[in-house]
């Protein structure tokens, strides 16, 4: 057994909904850069662009590999941003049009954009948010005007677009509005944050955890749970089992995967996997596929 491990809890719905608001208060976007490219099937190419990256599949279908993660299988209406930057493989399955654009965080007190996951994936996003979705098809057609004032018609666009991808991603239950404004509070309790989502598959302990943020066993087990809303084991788990859920769409075997997160067997990622979601990774897998299709 990993040295970190138990089931998640879910979280209350009222506060949930609390800390969503106060996120997306802090959210405030500017835009650097934003054009379109159309991508003929089997093409391999390159995005290195500054700042916040985002991409947003308008037709077709695309594959989108950060450095160091697994690639990520993109279909039409599906959204990602990349809050760390960095470059950025992409290959195309299908003809494809693709929108990209850069962002900056900007205001009084923003979330800093390493609080965020180092990949955002919003799947669906036209079908779960045709208004938003519709936004960016303005968006394109702005950049293609030349009409005065087109800028900033985008840069207003992008700002409520890219507020209404982080919420649906934190509806889902994809991330948590906790982790983000705990990383703001407090730079000590970040740094044991990005550590288990930069190596959640390293064995980490209360302990351990502790020393990064620099405190006692006992401060931080009470810090952690009052900034995130859940213990440091628990937390751990549902990060790993997010990180599980991109690997099997990725197509990642059990092995793999329970080997990258630190289980010592298949049978013991198995049964944390069954815990999280209710189904077998197998079985999880097959209904993510399905639901692609």
């Not at 491990?5 to 979280?11: H, L």
């Not at 993109?74 to 990602?80: I, L, N, P, R, T």
């Not at 702005?142 to 009409?147: I, K, L, Q, Y």
């Not at 931080?220 to 990060?239: C, H, I, M, N, W």
């Amino acid at each position: 057994m990993s040295a970190i491990e138990a089931s998640a809890v879910p979280d209350v719905l009222g506060e949930a909904e609390r800390t969503i608001d106060a996120v997306l208060e802090r959210l405030h976007w500017s835009v650097l850069e934003f054009g379109d490219r159309e991508l003929p099937a089997g093409v391999k190419a390159l995005d290195d662009g500054p700042g916040i990256r985002f991409h947003y599949v308008a037709t077709g279908a695309i594959e989108v590999h950060r450095r160091g993660d697994e690639p990520l299988a993109m279909q039409a209406g599906d959204f990602v941003m990349i809050p760390h930057g960095g470059p950025v493989d992409l290959h195309t399955m299908r003809d494809t049009l693709l929108l990209s654009g850069s962002l900056a965080l900007n205001g009084t007190d923003p979330i800093s954009a390493q609080a965020m996951p180092p990949v955002l994936f919003t799947c669906g996003f036209r079908v779960h948010e045709p208004i938003f979705a519709s936004l960016l098809d303005t968006m394109y057609r702005e950049a293609s005007s030349d009409r005065a004032g087109s800028h900033s018609v985008i840069e207003r666009l992008a700002d409520v677009v890219a507020s209404a991808a982080v919420r649906i991603w934190l509806e889902r239950g994809c991330g948590s509005a906790l982790d983000l404004l705990a990383t703001g509070r407090d730079p000590h309790l970040s740094r044991a944050l990005e550590a288990i989502h930069d190596d959640p598959g390293s064995p980490w302990t209360v302990e351990s955890l502790a020393r990064l943020a620099r405190a006692s066993r006992s401060q931080f087990a009470e810090q952690f749970k009052d900034a995130v809303g859940d213990s440091p084991a628990r937390y751990l788990t549902r990060v790993r089992m997010e990180r599980a859920e991109r690997m099997l769409r990725a197509g990642a075997s059990v092995t793999d995967i329970a080997y990258q997160l630190g289980y010592e067997s298949d049978a013991g990622f198995s049964r944390a996997f069954r815990r999280h979601a209710g189904v077998s990774p197998s079985l999880w897998r097959r209904a993510a596929v399905h639901a692609v299709a």
